[in-house]
């Protein structure tokens, strides 16, 4: 079925005339939405969407426009407006589409056709079971805010007239869900999921234990005294800190004089302990993908290693400016223009366990969860400051649970103070995998 | 957009198996956005999203689809299979007589898809020079405009037709300083619903050299405090305050769930007496004004918090309808793909009677945020955050020494009791997005200088 995307690309790239570049990215994704409340479906939302985007470069100048349709009619239209767009861009000899560099495209095994055939019922029982499995849990768990099934198809083809020819398509399911925990006049709340390409794969028990345990965990919390700590983040807690790190080394922000990192190059960024590999060619990454946002070939690319930063990552762009090649990192769907981003992040894991980290540490705070990453963190001046919930670390072991507090540090500082990186990577549902991290010399705010 | 008596027909269609409730929306959309970036314009876009979303309420059950074909043949296969996910049992032709509801856009001077590229993307341009001739510490300028045009309409089988036309115009300029402690950011945003008049009421020259300034006075910042303080916000920059600490928790899905620490205290004082808290969607040409929300609602003036008593909640079509009460207006949705939910459209705090001099100088040590950034919260627990992107030290009732950014976090009811000064100069703030459940949409905040006694302020400086 991808091949009818590949084969609209085909059709509009044939309109273009001699001396401009024409990219069309066709997109095309199905999913179902359920949630249940109080064991009835609540919502359940069946939808296919598609869509078009066109970039065109003429004379150095470079236009986009997107429809989300594949109307016939739509199509040319959306071809004119992005000529018409590219007229008013400056020129840029940089610019230019991605051209097919030689790297294989990777097999990967990311679509399941079972999918299809797993039937609405089912999905609706797994939202159904995994509520109930919170609720057995534990007798503090008073409510559940919402407990959810979804999945989603989608296909993506990228054609141009500089060679590239290729489609990816992926499949994916996860449930998740969200409770509140009470004692006394106590609330607090916690999440859980799990991730998936189909329903099968998934640990509805996993996902209701770890709700539960979120949340009746930080019963009784207080606010902490403000000071300076050691901190041990969570996977998940980890796994957003890498988000914004891999923002910091996008080669866009380099180029702009955005990047903390921008004239670091080959030198010690992070303690020796630190590792950062971006790779969406792991099957096992949520993001996994064969291309990417262009159309080339997905790749392993180290970020930083032992603590020494050695490259940037690219799209075709910033690569072609920067003097390199694409580090197959352009990062879009088909309404927008191949920004540069990382896709598929994780830390080379150490070899301990949570637990062993916390003895090892003695005396500090796991930080189970973080807010206003949007808004106290600031990835140009390295500013990080953030909410925070979590436990005491005393004797080597977990202590009183903690709340409405904030965790302050740099982002510059935060690596180079990384003392040790757990055991136990997962991957999430989002570009960066989770393992525990043990960072030192964070200050803590609170009472 | 689309034939009433097809819409009908698709009502019908959607009611076919039986139903409580039925709803078809039908969303056309046009963009327009110019980007510039590192002294070059980047990008010009344009962008068209048209289609129908279709909901069929049976019991407690909600079932939805949506569709980019807005032929007959495609309404009608969405609405049968919204009527198939939402499993009503019965059926039954049923025919929606529609009762077409009169509203009035927000005026809109200049259309801005009339307006000619070039003038877009000479904005952008006087914007960068501007910036740039702030001084040789500023290293990097940013610049984006966007419109967009969203007609909808909206019709349910309760035999509402009512149909908006909304226009949103927006500019941003983002400004990068460099000195000796590292590189720092300045922002300014303007938006509102309207259309290239916009121009007429912000000069971009302004917007630049304000963000511009404001990387610049970053330069010299010291590390914000860590610790309990007392924080006084300025007027116009911190509403986003309100949209966390209370705004999300008196949404009616959250209170129905029990998931809000409001929930059950309608009636009660639950803010200082100083605290009037008001949902607006009506306000002329505000970020979060609109004629009808996404459910055919009038947008309506919503006292939420008087004199510091909780009077209200924000409502939806499901939730009403569920307590048998009128709506309000706060029934919104991303996109037609999108169901709707209980939004807040411009949340604002009410004058009170201080003037911000008073304020400043009755404050011995603190900090003074005159620009505030995003915010979250959990409303089951009340415990928020939001991020202060220019903020100065308070010493001696004087503003002194400018503060790198941080977050703040308090707990929203405690934090409502605390709000000791209320100011006399109120001012909306600048464009926001919320984001619920995945989905964004445009409001607006607005506050007078106030004062918080004491909130966690997340530095690193002892």
């Known amino acids: ?447 | 957009m689309i034939e009433e008596a097809l819409v009908s027909r698709v009502l019908g269609e959607a009611l076919r198996t039986g139903g409580d409730f039925a709803e078809v929306f039908v969303e056309d959309k046009r963009s327009s956005s110019g980007r510039l970036d590192d002294g070059k314009i980047e990008e010009l876009g344009s962008g068209r999203d048209r289609g129908a979303g279709i909901r069929v309420v049976v019991g407690e059950t909600t079932g939805f689809a949506h569709t980019a074909d807005l032929s007959e043949a495609g309404l009608l296969a969405a609405a049968e299979a919204a009527a198939a996910a939402a499993r009503g049992g019965g059926g039954g032709v049923r025919t929606v007589e529609l009762t077409r509801v009169d509203t009035s856009s927000q005026p809109v001077g200049e259309r801005p898809e009339e307006v000619a590229k070039a003038t877009k993307v000479e904005l952008l341009q006087r914007a960068d020079e501007v910036a740039r001739g702030q001084g040789g510490a500023i290293r990097q300028v940013s610049a984006s405009y966007g419109d967009s045009r969203r007609r909808i309409l909206v019709a349910n089988s309760d035999g509402l037709l009512a149909a908006d036309d909304q226009t949103r115009t927006l500019f941003v300029v983002g400004v990068v300083a460099s000195g000796d402690a590292g590189m720092q950011t300045g922002r300014r945003s303007v938006g509102h619903t309207m259309g290239f008049e916009l121009f007429d009421r912000y000069q971009v020259e302004d917007l630049a050299r304000e963000a511009a300034e404001q990387a610049l006075t970053k330069l010299r910042a010291r590390p914000a405090p860590s610790g309990a303080l007392p924080v006084v916000i300025g007027s116009g920059g911190g509403g986003v305050l309100f949209h966390e600490a209370c705004g999300h928790g008196l949404e009616a899905d959250h209170i129905q769930k029990n998931v809000s620490v409001f929930a059950g205290r309608v009636g009660q004082q639950v803010a200082s007496p100083l605290v009037t808290i008001v949902d607006d969607g009506t306000i002329a040409n505000e970020w979060g004004t609109f004629a009808i929300d996404d459910e055919g609602t009038p947008a309506q003036r919503n006292v939420l918090i008087e004199d510091g008593i909780l009077t209200d909640y924000m409502w939806d079509q499901l939730r009403a309808r569920k307590e048998g009460r009128a709506l309000s207006g706060n029934g919104r949705r991303q996109s037609y793909k999108h169901l709707p939910m209980v939004r807040m459209t411009n949340t604002v705090l009410t004058n009170g009677s201080s003037t911000p001099e008073e304020i400043v100088a009755d404050t011995p040590n603190g900090v003074y945020v005159s620009h505030l950034g995003g915010g979250q919260v959990n409303t089951a627990t009340g415990d928020f955050v939001f991020g202060m992107t220019e903020a100065y030290l308070i010493e001696d009732g004087k503003i002194t020494e400018p503060l790198r950014e941080g977050n703040l976090i308090g707990n929203g009811p405690k934090v409502l009791e605390m709000i000791d000064a209320v100011g006399n100069d109120f001012q909306m703030g600048p464009p926001g997005t919320c984001g619920k459940d995945g989905q964004g949409v445009p409001v607006g905040d607005g506050v007078p200088t106030l004062r918080v006694t004491s909130l966690t302020v997340g530095g690193t400086a002892a």
């Open chain 1, 1 to 447: 079925m991808s091949e009818e995307l590949l084969e609209i690309g085909d059709r509009i790239v044939a309109l273009a005339t001699g001396d401009e570049q024409v990219e069309v990215v066709v997109g095309r994704s199905t999913s179902t939405e359920v949630r249940v409340y109080e064991g009835e479906v609540e919502q359940l939302a069946s939808a296919t969407s598609a869509g078009i985007g066109v970039r065109v470069i003429s004379g150095n100048r470079q236009g986009f426009a997107y429809a989300g349709s594949l109307d016939p009619d739509v199509l040319a239209d959306t071809l004119a407006e992005a000529r018409d767009n590219a007229t008013f861009a400056t020129p840029d000899e940089w610019l230019g589409l991605a051209e097919p560099d030689g790297v294989a495209v990777p097999s990967l095994d990311l679509y399941r056709e079972g999918l299809a055939a797993v039937s609405t019922e089912a999905k609706i029982d797994l939202a159904v079971a995994l509520e109930k499995a919170v609720r057995a849990n534990d007798a503090r768990i008073t409510g559940i805010d919402a407990a959810d099934y979804a999945d989603g198809v989608s296909e993506g083809a990228v054609v141009s007239t500089t060679g590239i020819r290729t489609v990816s398509r992926d499949a994916s399911c996860y449930v998740s869900v969200s409770c509140v925990a009470q004692d006394g006049d106590d609330t607090q709340t916690g999440f859980g999921f799990s991730v998936g390409r189909l329903p099968d794969e998934l640990d509805i028990e996993a996902a209701a234990a770890d709700a539960g345990r979120r949340a009746t965990r930080l019963l009784g919390a207080t606010q902490p005294r403000s000071g300076r700590v050691t901190v041990v983040l969570d996977p998940y807690v980890t796994a957003q800190f890498l988000g914004i790190i891999g923002s910091t080394l996008s080669g866009e922000a380099v180029l702009k004089g955005r990047s903390l990192f921008a004239d670091r190059l080959g030198e010690e960024v992070a303690s020796a302990a630190f590792t950062l590999v971006d790779d969406a060619t792991n099957p096992l990454a949520y993001s996994a993908s064969e291309t990417d946002g262009e159309g080339l070939a997905s790749r392993r690319n180290v970020l930083i290693d032992g603590g020494r930063l050695q490259q940037f990552v690219h799209n075709a762009y910033t690569a072609r400016r920067s003097d390199t090649t694409s580090t197959a990192n352009a990062v879009r769907g088909f309404s927008s223009t191949p920004s540069v981003g990382c896709r598929a992040l994780s830390l080379s894991p150490g070899t301990k366990l949570q637990d062993e980290l916390l003895a090892d540490l003695g005396e500090g705070v796991l930080i189970s969860s973080v807010s206003g990453l949007h808004s106290g963190v600031n990835p140009v001046s390295g500013d990080f400051s953030t909410g925070a919930e979590g436990l005491r670390i005393s004797g080597g072991q977990l202590a009183e649970p903690l709340r409405e507090f904030t965790i302050a540090s740099t982002l510059q500082r935060m690596l180079s103070e990384v003392a040790a990186v757990g055991a136990d990577l997962e991957w999430l549902p989002m570009r960066s995998a989770g393992v525990s991290l043990v960072v030192r010399d964070v200050t803590v705010s609170g009472a």
